[in-house]
Antibody, heavy 117, light 110 residues
Framework: QVQLVQSGAEVKKPGASVKVSCQAS????????VHWVRQAPGQGLEWMGW????????SYAQKFQGRVTMTRDTSISTAYMELSRLRSDDTAVYYC??????????WGQGTLVTVSS | NFMLTQPHSVSESPGKTVSISCTRS????????VQWYQQRPGSAPTIVIY?????PSGVPDRFSGSIDSSSNSASLTISGLKTEDEADYYC?????????FGGGTKLTVL
């Protein structure tokens, strides 16, 4: 069955960077976009951007432009999201979601990133 | 850009029917498809409606979606409510390849 398995929880200091991975299985990795969505504690969902695993093309939400980088490694069916210059309000669960460019069908289990000094 | 506005919470009894609205602030609701996600506590979201009214395989037909151009809104309707339907529900649409989420609605089944 289709699975998106994300890397484990991270604790980072303000100003640092974090890189979260999302490994796909059960489908052709290049056949679906990978979106990244985050959810701060007790808050709603916030879209960060997408990567097209087929050609590496990306689109980022304006809020994260300059701080986020999405990449992929097709040889291991894995997408990555790196967020730099972390602040305390970046503390959130980060999800990857595979699907059409317009919506996510398959979701990873989430990765908790805690930013604290 | 635009916003999607949902009620903060709704509640209904088991066996009843509930509808959750999602109103688009600018632009036509019909211009881009609307999706609905269910998120149970401590879990990742799962899609329950895509392209306004389509149900993924495995989603019960108790879940249905629609759009209403007159109110510029989308609705998720759940009939025959079960306690397992208690969750947060998010609508989502897009513009210029950017996703936009509603703020989420907490459904309580009591």
């Amino acid at each position: 069955q289709v699975q998106l398995v994300q890397s484990g929880a991270e604790v980072k200091k303000p100003g640092a960077s974090v890189k979260v991975s999302c490994q796909a299985s059960g489908y052709t990795f290049t056949g679906y976009y990978v979106h990244w969505v985050r959810q701060a504690p007790g808050q709603g969902l916030e879209w960060m951007g997408w990567i097209d695993p087929n050609n590496g093309g990306t689109s980022y939400a304006q809020k994260f432009q300059g701080r986020v980088t999405m990449t992929r490694d097709t040889s291991i069916s894995t997408a990555y999201m790196e967020l730099s210059r972390l602040r305390s309000d970046d503390t959130a669960v980060y999800y990857c979601a595979g699907g059409d460019i317009w919506f996510g069908v398959y979701w990873g289990q989430g990765t908790l990133v805690t930013v604290s000094s | 850009n635009f916003m999607l506005t949902q009620p903060h919470s709704v509640s209904e009894s088991p066996g009843k029917t509930v509808s959750i609205s999602c109103t688009r602030s600018r632009g036509s609701i019909a211009s881009h498809y609307v999706q609905w996600y269910q998120q149970r506590p401590g879990s990742a979201p799962t899609i329950v409606i895509y392209e306004d009214s389509q149900r993924p395989s495995g989603v019960p037909d108790r879940f249905s979606g629609s759009i209403d151009s007159s109110s510029n809104s989308a609705s998720l309707t759940i009939s025959g409510l079960k306690t397992e339907d208690e969750a947060d529900y998010y609508c989502q649409s897009y513009d210029s390849s950017n996703w936009v989420f509603g703020g989420g609605t907490k459904l309580t089944v009591l």
